[in-house]
């Protein structure tokens, strides 16, 4: 009998998966005096093997284009609450997100297009969206608003957009590292950048695990890493142009494949992720990053990738 429930408890414990974290997450939409608007962390709570903690620390302290990004891992479940707080608006404000499982009633979109009921946040009356990271759904994915102003289309193109990374439960990830296909522990990854490509121009934002901060870095930024660090790249198109991302001097494996790129296309939402070794075979520079595409780099559509030499 002994042997019996020390079995079961083996095999329990194989098929729970490894980390199962429940997040709490508030934001909140508001307008910004630039005239667009933005998604703000107002709180995140993480509540994982029966620890709370807060880590709204983490977050840049005011609304941001993009938005917070919100990292999960495959396995967390995220209730996520949307505050209006656009001011001088009384129109529905909401959050869709691609990429991870939810109840219909997340879905963040309103009855003028679902034809059943409006997921939305209005002024006093908070919306909570429950997202399921299941396995499978590990990915670089957005989240948007999908009501503002427009019940059928929303507000993303003014501003309400953000990211949402979902790291594989393996904590690992493939890239080309000195020259040969590699798993990457994301444990090893010093910097992260997500670049929005909407219209002319880049939205960024870098995620430093050095300081464990996001720190907002708006239009077209100049991004920085040390040389011979590991960063991760995430690239997202909004809006209507469709682009070609292209960093110089630098290489990658687009996700899944073996396929060795140094330009990918990007539609509105579509995206790709990826992990290079800060100046791998080139050295430091100011290494342009930009998109490819004749008008849209006339438009100034470009920033710089700086790597500064090593001090190991
Ligand atoms: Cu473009």
Redesign the pocket.
């Known amino acids: 009998m002994r042997l019996h429930s020390l079995l079961l408890l083996l095999l329990c414990g194989i098929a729970l998966p490894l980390q199962a974290a429940v997040h709490r997450i508030t934001l909140r939409a508001v307008s910004l005096p630039s005239g667009q608007l933005a998604y703000q962390m107002v709180r995140h709570q993480v509540e994982d093997r029966g620890r709370t903690e807060d880590v709204t620390g983490r977050y840049a302290a005011g609304p941001t284009i993009p938005g917070p990004t919100i990292i999960l891992t495959e396995g967390d479940t995220a209730y996520v609450t949307l505050e209006h707080g656009i001011r001088g608006s009384d129109l529905p404000v909401s959050l869709h997100v691609h990429g991870v499982h939810y109840p219909f009633d997340s879905d963040g979109t309103t009855k003028v297009l679902n034809q059943v009921a409006d997921h939305v946040a209005r002024p006093g009356k908070p919306y909570t969206y429950k997202w399921i990271a299941a396995p499978g759904t590990a990915g670089t994915w957005m989240y948007h608003d999908h009501a503002f102003g427009d019940p059928k289309v929303g507000a993303e193109d003014k501003g309400l957009f953000g990211t949402l990374i979902v790291n594989p439960a393996s904590g690992k990830v493939d890239a080309l590292i000195d020259g040969r296909i590699q798993k990457v522990n994301l444990r090893d990854i010093k910097r992260e950048f997500v670049l929005w490509?909407h219209e002319?121009t880049f939205w960024g934002q870098e995620i430093n695990h050095i300081v464990n901060r996001q720190i907002p870095l708006w239009t077209n930024p100049t991004v920085g890493a040390r040389e011979g660090d590991l960063v991760r790249f995430h690239v997202i198109g909004i809006g209507t142009?469709?682009?070609?991302f292209h960093l110089h001097g630098h290489r990658w494996i687009e996700p899944g494949t073996t396929h060795v790129v140094d330009t990918v296309n990007i539609g509105p939402i579509s995206r790709t992720s990826f992990v290079v070794k800060a100046g791998e075979g080139v050295g430091p520079g100011d290494w342009h990053y930009h998109?490819?595409?004749i008008q849209?780099m006339q438009s100034g559509?470009m920033g710089k990738f700086r790597v500064i030499p090593s001090n190991r």
């Open positions: 490509m002319t142009a469709f682009h070609t998109c490819h595409v849209h559509m």
